[in-house]
């Protein structure tokens, strides 16, 4: 097989493989607390014999992007936003533990409390469960407290506090179901202080101008390397008929 023929076969592959990721941070651009995902290509020799300016394209994750995105005030009680490094802990599909910036809450009907998505939100001693009451209020260190039915505000009692975790960057991993965990060996301690901003959201921090350029570009060049792949083949063909002239 011809070597630009693979190069340019490779750049096509790997370009459809970041078109679909950077697609799918496009279309979790107004999801609560989404970190985009980044990925940037590298060219890497071909391996054996042959010219040295033909190369392989490889995709090669850059991990996420770690930018905060903006606060937005929405009055909810259950709606929650976290400092710059404080992450909510949930209990992932796989029952183990993982971290997002996704603080819109809820109950359901058995009253625990979930993320939108329907995570199961971790306190200090495991998933949380609240009673029934006519208002729920969460402070800034993540404490929970509740209004029992058919009493006043005095009667305020705290039932539980959100799991919340302090983190860096270079501390967490991007799964691909979207959550961070901790990297292998890295322990996470709770997050002190003032924390957790109730009755406030955190957007997605995708950049939706940016993102929309990005998806025209390697548009246009999966259209160069497919051409770059059509021309390889007549140059092949011609090659061929001029050796069949030759004989």
């Known amino acids: 097989m011809d070597r630009a023929l693979y190069v340019a076969m490779t750049g096509a592959s790997e370009t459809q493989r970041q078109q679909a990721i950077n697609n799918n941070n496009l279309a979790n651009a107004s999801t609560t607390g989404f970190r985009a995902e980044l990925l940037a290509s590298a060219a890497q020799a071909v391996q054996g014999p042959g010219l040295p300016t033909r190369v392989n394209a490889a995709a090669q994750s850059l991990g996420w992007d770690s930018r905060g995105g903006n606060i937005e005030q929405t009055g909810r009680n259950l709606d929650v936003a976290f400092g710059e490094n404080a992450w909510l802990a949930v209990q992932a599909p796989d029952g183990s533990e993982a971290y997002t910036k996704a603080g819109d809450l809820q109950l359901d009907a058995g009253g625990q409390l979930r993320t939108a998505s329907g995570l199961a939100v971790l306190g200090d001693g495991g998933p949380l469960s609240l009673p029934q009451s006519a208002t729920t209020l969460i402070g800034g260190d993540g404490t929970i407290s509740v209004q029992p039915l058919g009493s006043g505000t005095e009667a305020l009692a705290s039932v539980g506090r959100l799991r919340v975790v302090q983190a860096t960057p270079d501390q967490l991993e991007r799964g691909v179901d979207g959550l961070m965990r901790a990297k292998p060996g890295v322990t996470l301690d709770a997050a002190s202080g003032k924390v957790v901003m109730s009755g406030a959201l ?43 002239m030759g004989n």
């Open 202 to 244: 955190e957007s997605s921090n995708v950049n939706l101008p940016e993102t929309m350029v990005n998806m025209i570009s390697l548009a246009r060049q999966f259209e160069l390397q497919t051409k770059l792949m059509k021309t390889t083949e007549d140059n092949a063909a011609a090659a061929s008929t001029l050796t069949r």
